[in-house]
């Protein structure tokens, strides 16, 4: 099985940048997803890592490091319409994805 | 490409009554995934469809959840005797196996269930 951690909640500026870490245990990695889920809506897809490194896409970017079982989303220039929760989601070999129970970033004028 | 599209999108029935939730996917996506999400969680894995094929319905809750994939297109999930710890949101998600595509899943709108 998996076992994902993730920080509950964060608060940034507008114009900011947050990072948001995710933790995961697992029993079979073949990726990690991160996902975007405004309240009331579906989770919609934001980066995919399977090899280590950073992955940038716009104002994104996903790290993972596969020793450690660690990864991260980065928001830059945050803007308003960023308030969401953001989930971290692990894909096994089955292709089965196991999520974090997401945090939920706010963003300040 | 319409998205993956989940009906109804809301509804309310009464405990021990059976509800059935249909889910068409992204046109030409192979697989399909069944999941529930109760408030400030991640969304649970249930089950999955690799064509009209179940491959992996262990989590699905209990013996009342079943899914059907008949033609390898739409799917419906019913859930018999509903119970209030049932009500939740139910997410659908396609992918298309391949290297192309990293079999990235992409999630309907949801059915959201509230049994009384």
Known sequence: GQNIDQPTEMTATEGAIVQIN???????????FWYQQHAGEAPTFLSYNVLDGLEEKGRFSSF????????YLLLKELQMKDSASY?????????KLSFGAGTTVTVRA | DTGVSQDPRHKITKRGQN?????DPISEHNRLYWYRQTLGQG??????????AQLEKSRL???????????????TLEIQ?????????????????????????YFGPGTRLTVL
């Open chain 2, 61 to 75: 809750l209990s013996d009342r959840f079943s899914a059907e994939r008949p033609k390898g297109s739409f799917s």
């Open chain 2, 19 to 23: 509800v059935t939730f249909r889910c």
């Open chain 1, 22 to 32: 995710c933790t995961y245990q697992t029993s079979g990695f073949n990726g990690l």
């Open chain 2, 43 to 52: 969304p649970e894995f249930l089950t999955y469809f690799q064509n009209e």
């Open chain 1, 64 to 71: 993972l490091s596969r020793s450690k079982g660690y990864s």
């Open chain 1, 87 to 95: 989930l971290c989601a692990v894909r096994d070999r089955d292709y």
């Open chain 2, 81 to 105: 005797r509903t119970e209030q710890g049932d009500s939740a949101m139910y997410l659908c998600a396609s992918s298309l196996s391949g290297l192309a595509d990293t079999d990235t899943q």
